[in-house]
């Protein structure tokens, strides 16, 4: 294993939403460590009424990442699909497993507008796998990413920040149902990553993912940890995990300089032996 593997998610670059107004801000977060993990949505790849602007934050995304000297990993999330082949990663000999963590929820976005139309394309996508893999976690994230890949961006690539702000609005926060869903999916969701653990990964202790924008980490009954590595969109900002050999770091990341840096540590862990 590598001596520092650093994992953070959903840079949302390109989505007025983001902190990250240029890529070069992230370099002091590269620095130091040996291999660095992004754990999906770091830019939005899937179709929109803008292709144009799709195509050029996603190339400036590659372009950036594969010329750092740190080796970057790229996991698939809700908003960029098909950015990799990753879907997980199984760290420490499988006490480690980092997933986006859409894939807790059936709908992938219960709150969102979309919310009935991705259940149903992914109950029509279930029922058309065989038996036995209908359980299995890599043909469900397999499916996860294609309905992903179906649902096109809403407000994410408007360029017209009046209209970003009020489409952001129709898509976030009315009607007010939809703020006390967001506020079900925080609650529910420490039990059910660390049940999906269970289910595919019974070797794991610690479950890292991102898609829900709540920074924290959660010890469950099972003794499973889950760690959330936020967003860095406003207003709860982003965490970072570091990876030691024989040890987990859970940072805030901090913005100073107008660069982002690894902050003050929140929680640390130990890494018993496989």
Known sequence: MAVLTRIFS?????DRSS???TLGQLRPL????DRVILNGDTVDTRIGPYPEITARDRAEVTAFFHGQAAPITFITGNHDPDISTH????????????????????????????AATISARIKAGLAALPAAERTQLAPRL?????????????HQAEPNLLKYGLRLAADTIWPPTRALGILQAWRETPARAA???????????????GHLHQPGHWRLPTGITVLNTGSFTRPFGACVVDLHADRLVFRRIETRGGEFR???TLAEFPLAPP
């Open 87 to 114: 879907h997980t990663l199984d760290l420490a000999d499988g006490r480690v497993f980092v997933t986006h963590g859409d894939i807790i929820f059936d709908n992938i976005v219960p709150w969102s507008r979309d």
């Open 30 to 33: 590269l620095e130091g460590a």
């Open 142 to 154: 397999e499916l996860f990413r294609r309905v992903s890949a179906s649902i096109p961006q809403r």
């Open 195 to 209: 049940a999906v653990a269970t289910s595919h990964r019974p070797a794991a202790k610690f479950v890292l993912i």
């Open 262 to 264: 690894p902050g003050r």
């Open 10 to 14: 959903d840079l949302h670059y390109g």
């Open 19 to 21: 902190t990250v107004r």
